[in-house]
């Protein structure tokens, strides 16, 4: 009693593991009420994130591209960048995803409440309205009833303490504003976030600095795939600085001046035009009011949850960004489906629905940059450090027609295969990565045969189209296990 709005299931965070995590909740026949701080769903991924990174580097791979053609025999000249109209282009793309998923909750009546949303009990949820295109609260609120709850609040940039508060300092949100286009760039952390967005600004005409603390960029991957990047963008780049921190920033009026300390103490200083931190994010956990319902948080701010996505409060789940790594889009929308169903199996004493569990194998990860850097399962460096037998097929585009066609052969597929005693020889796909264009688009063609637990023949036998870079998984199953007669 004394709520304004009663449901089955609330979902806190409207990304995309919390209107995954509606969606399907309604398609199973539950009253769902969906908070949303935004004026739009969609989360980190469609509104600053996944989504306007690529609308941003779609353009700047053609650029880079059309920059090629020469060789080829056809001049474009020099582009010339209208950056209002390029910003524009990244607007739309958001706006017609964002719409989108308006449209879609109205069709499955998930009522969206906007506002900023806070536990009250394991029962309660209290919503304060927000309005705007940031989160100013207009003193009104609302309280939700709800029978269970899916907290999908996701995740924020991590802001180092010590830089000074300037435009010309951004995270990754200020980086996607495209205000502009600097001549001098440094990106603060190595990885994929940075590393995409570094991409485009380079594009547009910026020179790089990236300092990471760790010896080398794109962590995660094997150092064989990122070798390959790093040649192909080598240009791109004044100084990549490793094993460095980043230790003091002061702004002047001639551009933000950093100061770095390698690990072994040595001391450097540059100065740039914009700054973008990339150096994490940190889970939304803390800010919640989650203790308010007994929904225990880690210092770090994660909530920990079982393979169905149930928090320690038996009617609260957690999914997304939240729960822990990887942050991927791709992965809150797996769990958001888990905790969905399991709410929903044990509200309409649907058994089988109630047993859902979290259990892929595997996650891709993707760097969008050019060329596209993927991998899915065991790494080849993993393999080494744990000591895990493999049995490694490689294929190298240099080899494939269709990477020569499109003057792009720079890239190979690689394919890691058990290679222990008890696989006598026919083991089973344990990972892959490939470099090269196009990568990320091939990379879900692995983790299935790893989910399905494919060993070489199954894949090397099965017929890829040629000429498609997508052979190359194929060749490379082939490569593995010795029956590779020819290339394309
Ligand atoms: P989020 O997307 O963070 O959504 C959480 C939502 O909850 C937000 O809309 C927030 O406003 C809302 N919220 C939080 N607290 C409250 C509250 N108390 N009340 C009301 N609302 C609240 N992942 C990929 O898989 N592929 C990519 O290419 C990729 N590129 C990325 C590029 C960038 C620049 C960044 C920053 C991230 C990228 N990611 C990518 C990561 C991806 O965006 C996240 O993994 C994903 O958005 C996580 O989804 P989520 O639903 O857990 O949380």
């Not at 064989?224 to 460095?244: C, E, G, P, S």
């Not at 009026?253 to 100065?271: A, R």
């Not at 989910?451 to 593995?480: F, R």
Request: aromatic fraction near 4%.
């Amino acid at each position: 009693g004394g709520a304004d709005l009663e449901c089955d299931v609330v979902v806190l965070g409207g990304g995309p593991g919390g209107y995954s995590a509606a969606f399907r909740a309604a398609d199973l026949g539950l009253k769902v009420v969906l908070v949303e701080r935004y004026a739009t769903l969609g989360g980190v991924c469609l509104n600053v994130g996944c989504i306007p990174s690529k609308a941003l580097l779609h353009v700047a791979a053609v650029m880079d591209e059309v920059s090629h053609m020469a060789d080829l025999g056809v001049d474009f000249g020099a582009p010339t960048v209208n950056v209002d109209k390029l910003r524009g282009h990244k607007e739309k793309v958001i706006a017609k995803l964002t719409g989108g998923l308006n449209a879609m909750a109205k069709m499955r009546k998930v009522t969206v409440v906007r506002g900023y949303g806070t536990f009250l009990d394991p029962q309660h949820l209290q919503v304060e309205e927000t309005t705007g295109t940031a989160q100013e609260k207009t003193g009104a609120s609302k309280t939700v009833r709800f029978k269970k709850a899916i907290i999908a609040a996701g995740s924020a940039a991590v802001r180092l303490p010590f830089l000074p508060n300037d435009d010309r300092i951004v995270d990754s949100t200020g980086a996607l504003a495209l205000a502009g286009t600097p001549k001098k760039m440094l990106i603060i952390g190595g990885g994929i976030i940075g590393l995409e967005m570094g991409t485009v600004y380079s594009t547009l005409g910026a020179r790089l600095d990236v300092v990471e603390m760790l010896d080398g960029l794109m962590q995660g991957a094997d150092r064989d795939l990122v070798k390959v990047w790093q040649k192909m963008n080598a240009h791109r780049f004044d100084n990549i600085m490793l094993k460095t921190k980043t230790v003091g920033a002061e702004a002047t009026p001639q551009g933000i001046k950093v100061q770095f300390e390698t690990l072994e103490g040595v001391k450097s200083e540059g100065l740039y035009d914009l700054v973008l931190q990339a150096v994490g994010r940190t889970p939304n956990g803390k800010k919640i009011a989650a203790d308010k319902a007994g929904v225990a948080v880690t210092d770090r701010g994660f909530i920990n949850v079982d393979v169905q996505m149930r928090t320690n409060v038996p009617n609260i789940f957690a999914i997304g960004d939240i729960v822990g790594q990887p942050m991927l889009a791709h992965k809150a929308v797996h769990e958001a489906h888990v905790a969905a169903e399991v709410a929903a199996g044990e509200l309409l004493g649907d058994a089988k629905l109630a047993k859902a569990q979290f259990d892929a194998r595997v996650i891709p990860s993707v760097a969008y940059t050019d060329p596209e850097v993927a991998w899915v399962g065991l790494t080849e460096d993993q393999a080494k450090a744990q000591g895990i037998k493999v049995k490694k097929g490689l294929f190298p585009w240099t080899a494939s027609g269709r990477a020569i066609a499109n003057g792009r052969d720079e890239g190979y597929t690689k394919l890691l295969f058990d290679d222990s005693p008890e696989a006598h020889g026919h083991g089973k796909i344990l990972g892959g990565g490939i470099v090269g264009t196009h990568a990320g688009d091939m990379i879900g063609e692995i983790a299935l045969a790893i989910e399905m637990g494919a060993d070489a023949v199954d894949i090397g036998k099965t017929i890829h189209p040629h000429p498609t870079l997508g052979e190359s998984i194929g060749m490379a199953a082939e490569i593995a296990h010795g029956s590779c007669t020819d290339v394309p």
